[in-house]
């Protein structure tokens, strides 16, 4: 694969449409491998018969089938973030990662073992700001601290808005410079340890 290569890594958000990391891969990259990981720290301790997982994997079907329609696929893994991050990064010789930014604290200490492993061996973790209007930094007071009273915080929050802020991002129309790659498989449910539910 060309070294202007990247790696969309799907989390969250399943759209191929209105996508900002999404988007931001394909614009900075000629082609773009998209993948998804079932991280076993969070299946592990969950019931058999949890429905999110069954809805999560429903949606990665479909997803998959858009994939293929455009000549690509979706790479699913099952393995801890930043071993199968890793991995993949050098099975598709990538020089980036992309992935929309994630504010919770497990997910940020997880990104930050990512990127670490990344950056030992030459690739790089991009987080692109998605999901919010305004990032965890963007609003603060003039003391530049976080605000703790509504209506101040209102006032600031619709000053720094703009039409742009709530623009969609033109993702659908780069899936051209989606990698071709063969069919994938995806785990099913029962080999996941999961039982399907309707």
């Not at 329609?69 to 973030?81: K, R, W, Y």
């Not at 050098?90 to 604290?105: K, L, M, N, Q």
């Not at 063969?182 to 449910?189: A, M, N, Q, S, V």
Request: proline residues 7%.
């Amino acid at each position: 694969m060309a070294s202007n290569s990247a790696i969309f890594w799907f989390r969250r958000d399943l759209r191929l449409t209105d996508n900002a990391a999404l988007f931001t891969a394909l614009n900075h990259h000629e082609r773009v491998v998209c993948v998804f990981i079932f991280d076993p720290t969070i299946l592990t301790p969950l019931p058999r018969d949890d429905r999110r997982v069954a809805f999560i994997w429903r949606s990665l079907s479909s997803l998959k089938r858009r994939l293929r329609a455009h000549g690509s696929d979706l790479v699913v893994a099952v393995d801890h973030p930043a071993a199968a991050i890793c991995r993949l990064a050098r099975t598709f010789g990538v020089s980036a990662v992309y992935a929309a930014e994630d504010y919770e604290p497990d997910a940020r200490t997880r990104d930050a073992a990512v990127d670490e492993a990344l950056s030992a061996q030459g690739s790089r973790l991009e987080l692109i700001q998605d999901h919010v209007l305004f990032a965890r930094d963007q609003l603060l007071t003039r003391t530049g601290r976080p605000y703790t009273v509504f209506t101040p915080y209102k006032r600031a929050w619709l000053a720094q808005l703009s039409p742009e802020a709530w623009q969609p991002w033109q993702s659908h129309a780069l899936l051209h410079k989606l990698c071709p790659l063969k069919e994938h498989p995806l785990p099913t449910l029962p080999e996941l340890g999961f039982a399907n539910t309707d």
